[in-house]
């Protein structure tokens, strides 16, 4: 920031205008949205509200704010104007703050909140570090309450701000997790202690916790499933891609295996108990069940559309399999395969039965990991078709679990152990997410 003070008492910004570079006032300064920490921990100022016209409430991270006057806000230009909505893990200052009785750390007097600083960091965060407050004097003979000396003191002299201290659940964690991706968030989630993992776990919706559970080692895999209830279990489950699924299920007793089974949906359970048949170290126990599947008469803009969705694995998303119907595994009779490099090569009107690569032998189920991954070397590839004897698509292995399944059994803690020494506390990091807003998924 090129304009701002050491200290700014949060107070007197309530109405203050808001303007861009250009000078044009955008709205005025409402509150104040914070991050609340546990114990002592000052809380990070996150942005601000800014009532646009007509009397609408946006978001505007911290980070934005370039100029702060006494009688003015500049900042740089750029401004979701998507009504704001608060979220579990934020605070308002104005609205939540001032005002509220709280107790002095060192006598436990209660006084009551007349204003609350914020000041920069190294680092370019904003936090809340002073505490104007004043003593109460207990109630006069009409019962109004007196009113006391006020004083400035640092945040840690004082406590009762903060309501998440003991079984707190996991919502501003939540809220920070939201731009993560799997893969770092299971990061995180590997390093909580036992009983923060699972208030965690539990807070997640299905698919996002499904999606972690993916990118976690096999022991926290079991660890945390088996925390949930058995219903909520079966559902994460799933969620799951098919593969993924039975690899957990295949690190589980058979009673509480076939028990998480009986408890999911048949189309879901289906894929998930074939995939079981198989040997770990085959193809058959690799592949995924859901790979691109497209009929002969699809068209290169057809099958393009299908490989456009972001939620695909890059590794599925770089071919199309044609097969006859069913499209489902197993599918119909399997024709062949078209690489996406081809589909951008050809008119969109093209049927891509008319370009598929049919001189590319498929795997068997039953062939061993050491060939799967010299097959996918030997033809530079990222994704096999698998096909049983009857020429059916059985499903598609892809390097991520050709290399999963190469790599030390403990590749995956070895990653997140050296993550977790420049990470001394996973959830401060996790939180640092929420500091700014700028690509959060858009408020609703």
Known sequence: MTGVPARVFIARLAGIAVFDPAGDQVGRVRDVVVALRLGTRPPRV??????????????????????????????????????????????????????????????????????VAMEPTRTRDWLLLKVAVR??????????????????????????????????????????????KPADLAGVVHEL??????????????????DVLEELPPDDQVDILGRLQVERAADVLEAMDPDDAADLLGELPTEQRERLLTLMEPQDAAPVRRLLT???????????TVPVVVPPDATVA????????????PALAAQVYVCRPPSATPTGRYLGTVHFQRLL??????????????????????????????????????????????????????????????LPEDWRETVMDATAEAVADPEEEALRGARDRTGAPERT
């Not at 202690?193 to 499904?210: G, N, Y």
């Not at 198989?278 to 995924?288: N, S």
């Not at 057809?302 to 694995?313: C, G, M, S, T, V």
């Open 302 to 313: 057809e099958a393009l559309a299908r490989i456009r969705n972001p939620d695909l694995n």
């Open 345 to 406: 090569r050809e008119p969109p009107r093209t049927l891509v039965s008319g370009i598929v690569d049919s001189e590319l032998d498929p795997l068997r189920p039953t062939v061993s990991l050491e060939a799967v991954a010299t097959y996918l070397a030997a033809y530079n590839l990222v994704a096999g078709a698998v096909v049983d004897e009857n020429g059916h698509l059985l499903g598609s292995v892809t390097i991520d679990d050709v290399l999963d399944h190469l």
């Open 135 to 180: 003593r109460v004097r207990g109630r006069g003979r009409r019962g109004l309450r007196r009113q006391g000396e006020t004083f400035v003191v640092d945040w840690d002299a004082v406590h009762g701000f903060s309501a998440v201290e003991h079984g707190q659940g996991a919502a501003g964690l939540i809220a920070a997790f939201e731009r993560m």
């Open 193 to 210: 202690p036992e009983k923060r993992r699972t208030e965690v776990a539990v807070a997640l919706d299905d698919a996002r916790l499904a």
């Open 46 to 115: 996150l942005g601000l509200v800014v009532e646009v016209t007509p009397r609408r409430p946006v978001f505007l991270p911290i980070t934005r704010v370039t100029v702060i006057e006494a009688d003015a806000i500049v900042f740089d230009g750029r401004l979701n104007v998507r009504r704001f909505q608060q979220r579990e893990s934020e605070t308002l200052v104005i609205a939540e703050m001032l005002d509220r009785t709280v107790r002095l750390t060192e006598t436990d007097e209660p006084v009551s909140v007349v204003d």
């Open 278 to 288: 198989y040997a770990e170290d085959t193809a058959g126990g690799l592949m995924t």
